[in-house]
């Protein structure tokens, strides 16, 4: 009874997840932690502006249910030699382990580019309240993509 008990604990892990969008048309990021609200950070251009939704608990359940079963490569750095495109990264922090991936130009695994997509969605469907809230980013900073973006004219 006891396995029983601790298979079921697994969804209420606790965790830090982080995930970057870049584009011609828009950069952000979106933060969450083992809470239900999501932090918005738009930094398209010269602007920085963090903004949240309370998530529905259909959706926390869907995030939840890949950050529970997606497997990380041993590789974090999936590039492409044109400088065009989308690049996504993703870090997630759990008991003081991060994980992270930063995949351009429809390099790296699928499952990700399809987790960015469902991300992606999610994002789109709600209406952002705007907040003075700092968010830490400087774990995901780590992947160096700042250095990526200045060159394409997008500074944060």
């Not at 969008?21 to 398209?44: A, G, P, R």
């Not at 996504?88 to 790296?108: C, E």
């Not at 809230?133 to 700042?146: A, P």
């Amino acid at each position: 009874v006891v396995l029983v008990l601790m298979g079921c604990s697994s969804p209420g892990k606790k965790y830090d997840f982080t995930f970057f969008k870049w584009s011609i048309h828009e950069c952000y990021y979106l933060k969450l932690n083992s809470s239900d609200t999501l932090y918005y950070i738009d930094v398209y251009g010269f602007k920085k502006e963090t903004s949240f939704v309370i998530l529905n608990k259909e959706e926390k359940e869907r995030i939840n249910n890949v950050l529970d079963t997606i497997t990380f490569p041993k590789e974090q750095v999936f590039d492409s030699s044109v400088d065009d495109g989308v690049t996504n990264a993703f870090i997630i922090k759990i008991d003081n382990q991060s994980r992270k991936l930063k995949i351009h130009g429809h390099n790296g695994p699928k499952r990700f580019w399809f987790f960015g997509k469902l991300l992606e969605k999610i994002k789109n469907s709600h209406e952002f309240t705007k907040t003075n809230k700092k968010v830490d980013l400087n774990e995901i900073k780590k992947l160096k993509l700042e250095t990526f973006f200045v060159f394409k004219g997008t500074f944060f």
